[in-house]
């Protein structure tokens, strides 16, 4: 599926590169109500990431093209200029400017456009879609003409429009559209020139072309003598292509490589002109070279002129047809002048006058070249072509073409015995005819096989004092029916670094006992070099002791120390350790190292093969955990009252709230809090507030209330309450806010306006009660995320009447409540698998999870390790079983926001299982000197293969079948998901699908 992902964004990026707009072209006006918002998205390459687009916001908009040219202009009539915002707000531009004018599009210095489209749903969070413009890359300034929805069919080069795709584009009402437009540094420092030579590499291939580097052009192909070099094509892996001439430059982006060009030549030479009155008129032309099937020379202009008297027939003006269409473009035309024509000398007066006969029209027949519809065994004539004009009503009726084997093996069609009538009369008398033979043509000669024979890597049986060939393997290509190796030799050479390689050569093939190894072109290939083992360093490692304050996660030893020997220079070392502690120490507690490894500077790993690592963990280091600091204060401020209560330092809050419960404290580490009647000091006058330490107690929330108060150092400070005495002149009334919570589901709260007492009401007023969400120092509307928030209640008494009561009337004391959203409980698993082993990978990316809260969408990362805990990269291969873990787990909400806090997640690992295959193993035959028996094997080896095929087709049925029944047991006993294919092909620009596996998409996943 990412391959089809790929695909997608290749054939989007080639419409960019090569479709050119159409201006002033009149386009079907679509379903557009023009009440459609046009916004514009500005992208750009990320500078540490070349696969990735990243968004340009305000700020880095401003920092991105500062100082540079830069601008996105709408050009009304070719006239009136309105440069558009960048920014996601609607504005007053619609998708109909757009279509009725031309957008202009300016990229700041040292970039160039390289992506421009239309994507609609630009504010939804379900899949967008997306329309390409038409853009030419090599300009500066990319101007899009109107009807910039209209591109060129690369098919047809006729212009079309989509007018379905643009009505299923935006699914809002009213529609809105995003431009999407993507920048891209040039590279102007590094062009790559077209020259007039062509580098090749060992085996003669077109390399690829390479930033920096300068291609040339080839010479002509050995199979066409008429071909001309016409430039070259750039073509790049995503199916764009651009034409470029010798000795232009462009810039390349992307993995890209050039092809020559070339056109058929075709020479028209023009017959020599005949009398005509008292001039001479044309007399028609003749063709040399190949015109493709299907085209036809449908014009060419013939006009005479004359030097010395003598008169001469000159052609040009050529046109070519191929249904209807002019292909001219596709040939090289040459046109040769015809021989010259004297005009005639009239007979002398004294000469009795004579009647000329009829002067014979001159034709010349000539024989197309043979052809052949067995690969060459047999050629037979493939018509003629007639040069010159037969006279009016006159026709060729009949032709005779022998088809001649010449000495060299050559077929040369020959042209005879032509028969032109005029109705039933023969007129062939008339003519003059000129038969001209085809050009010989010769067979292909029977290629060679092409075979690739390669060298396995040589062994050593005495731990790498020397070493000796270890065979062969026929790496590409494929022998001749009944053919079979005889013999091979293997030269194992020690080369000048003290390594080893063997080197294959004078492979002898036979058919039975005929040596036909002249029917093959071998290519050798020596075996990678194999390095005799380095003798391996020693050193002795251990860890070092650690002081550190609590901080609620484990500590152990960080540092560590070489007792002996020396790492080699360049190469590093990475530790882990164990043991330590989490809580604060009595004494000191072992932190040994649990494992190392230690890399070269090329970051390879080189533990094993290069050292020989003592670890001295009864020397160990030790951990020392010291207690955490914090200081709690009890509660200074003014309280008014009535003076008929006791006032509880515990129960009161400052004007500021900077007090909770009657303290407050600096210093906690995140996830912990104090616990316990620990807040001293009550009175109905002025009183001293305290910490009581032996009722405190610290709790780690996030690990079942665990008590962690013998890790901290705790400090106290007193404080002091202040009793203000008000007067009470008002009926008491209060009001108490009731508390309210939901669990997240990604949308917004508001207080539920009814969930209130209220008592102390006089009969006949009214009261009115808005509940308001207080988030820190502000109040809100709503809360969407988990916690805890407080909801304040506004109180408004009124008559019943409606007027308001009179002042002093009432004394209300409001009581707050709170909001509690709470976090979600999800779990996602790892789906487990198995099969045969096959040689093949087993990489199952499916989770199972539950359906997330419309507009959510999951990331998930999974990894595949071994028994030994070492990370699979590449998928499982071998016999065993892997543990499938997700490493990483991320919401996303439509705007790409990380909304995980929200969200208890839970993960279970997977496992995915290779079992023995039933199937015998069998492995590559040698084809070295060690393997006499080479047809016997070979004949044993076709025979096993047959066996094996059928074996594993009838396993993958079994298989298929197993699978089906597992997903039909899924099916009936839980929620199974897996990803939506159809989603998939869509990504949004920041998510890059290499870091993410797999890619969920937005709209969740679907059962299958």
Known sequence: MKKNIRSLLSLLLALVLTLQLAGGLALADPDISGKETLVFELYRRDPNDADKIIPVSAEQEAELLAGKSYAIEL?????????????????????????????????????????????????????????????????????????????KDPATGEDRFDKEALSTLSTMDPPIYAVVVVLAPLDAEKPVTVTEALDKDASGTETQAARGSERTAPAAPADSADAKFAGWQLSYGNGASLTLQPGESFKPYADCRLEAQWTQILTITANVPVESGEGFAPNGYSLSGKLAEGDSVANVDLTITSEDGRFYSVPSNARIERDGKDVTDQYALVYVTSEPAVKEEEPAPSEPPVTPAPEKVKITITANEPVTKDGGKTYEHNGATLSGTLNEGDQITGLVIDVVKNEDGSYTAVPKDAVIQNGDADVTANYEITYVASKPVTPPAPEKVKLTITANEPVTKDGGKTYEQNGAVLSSGALNDGDAFGGIVIDVVKNEDGSYTAVPKDAVI???????????????????????????????????????????????????????????EGDTIEVKYEGGSTNVTASPVAS????????DSAGNDVTESKYSVTIDNENAGKVTVTKHSITVTAITGTVETDGTKIIYAKDCKTGNNVFNKGHKVEGLLPGHELRGDFVKGSGKETFTTSIDLNELRVVDTANAELDVTANYDIKTVDGKLTIKVKSQTGVPVAVTTKNQSWSYDGTAHKPDQSQYNISGLLDGDVATVSLQIKQGDSQVESVTNAGTYTIVPVVTIKTKDGAAVA?????????????????????????????????????????KAPSLPSGLKYQVKLNIYDAKGNLIKNGAKDVGTYTKKISEVHILDSNGKDVSENFNITTVDGKLTIRPSSMSNSTNPKTGDDNPDGNLLYIILGVASALLLATIVTFLILQNKKKAAREAQMKDSEEYYEPDEAGEEWQQPEETAKDWDPQIPEDGWKKP
């Open 75 to 151: 050009v009304r009539d070719n006239a009136e200029k309105s440069t558009l915002p960048l920014s996601r707000a609607a504005g007053s531009i619609t998708l109909n400017d757009l279509l009725k004018n031309d957008l202009r599009i300016a990229p700041p210095e040292g970039f160039f456009v390289e992506q421009v489209y239309l994507r609609g749903d630009a504010l939804e969070s379900n899949k967008p879609k997306k329309l390409p413009f038409g853009a030419d890359r090599e300009s500066a300034t990319l101007t899009l003409k109107a009807g910039a929805l209209a591109v």
């Open 592 to 599: 040994p190292i649990s494992s190392l490894v230690i890399k």
């Open 807 to 847: 002042e002093g009337k009432y004394t209300v004391t409001a009581i707050n409540g709170t909001l509690t959203v709470k976090k979600l409980d999800i779990t996602l698993e790892a789906v487990s698998d198995a099969k045969d082993y096959d040689g093949k990978a087993l990489v199952n990316d499916k989770v």
């Open 510 to 568: 036979k058919n039975g006992d005929t040596d036909v190894t002249a029917n093959y072109e071998i290519t050798y290939v020596a075996s990678k070099p194999v390095t005799p083992p380095a003798e391996k360093i020693a050193i002795t490692i251990r860890s070092k002791d650690r002081t550190a304050e609590y901080s609620g996660k484990l500590i152990t030893a960080e540092e560590y120390e070489i007792v002996s020997g020396a790492l080699a």
